[in-house]
């Protein structure tokens, strides 16, 4: 069983930057592939970003909507993994919520599949003025 807590995300202005953060509860954080996810008004919930399990060959995809602009990582001794979200857009108003997966895959569909992921946070509201 893992627990995550979202926070970080608050109102900024269009080309600021926010760093989001998970925190997880359990002794087993390292094993699981981390996602972040993000949910608009009116819009199904969508892939952001991936990082793999540790103790494996490291990996990490991005949406293409993100790339160059968002960065994730993990630290594992903190039970916590971060994204980095620079050059904020309106676009990128939404709901942001990180996932725990048990799996390991390299291969992007199987990662950006909500049901892919076993364990979800609360969300944390992310809102970008133009």
């Known amino acids: 069983q893992v627990t995550l807590v979202e926070s970080g995300g608050g109102l900024v202005q269009a080309g600021d930057s926010l760093r989001l953060s998970c925190a997880a509860s359990g002794r087993t954080f390292s094993k699981y592939t981390m996602g972040w996810f993000r949910q608009a008004p009116g819009k199904e919930r969508e892939f952001v970003v991936v990082?793999?399990?540790?103790?494996?060959?490291?990996?990490?995809d991005y949406a293409d909507f993100v790339k160059g602009r968002f960065t994730i990582s993990r630290d594992n001794a903190e039970n916590t993994m971060y994204l980095q979200m620079n050059s904020l857009k309106p676009e990128d108003t939404a709901v942001y919520s990180c996932?725990?997966?048990?799996?390991?895959?390299?291969?992007?569909?199987?990662?950006?599949?909500?049901?892919?992921?076993?364990?979800w946070g609360q969300g944390t509201q992310v809102t970008v003025a133009s």
């Open positions: 990082i793999s399990s540790s103790g494996v060959a490291a990996y990490t």
């Open positions: 996932a725990a997966s048990p799996y390991y895959s390299q291969d992007y569909y199987q990662n950006s599949r909500p049901n892919s992921y076993h364990y």
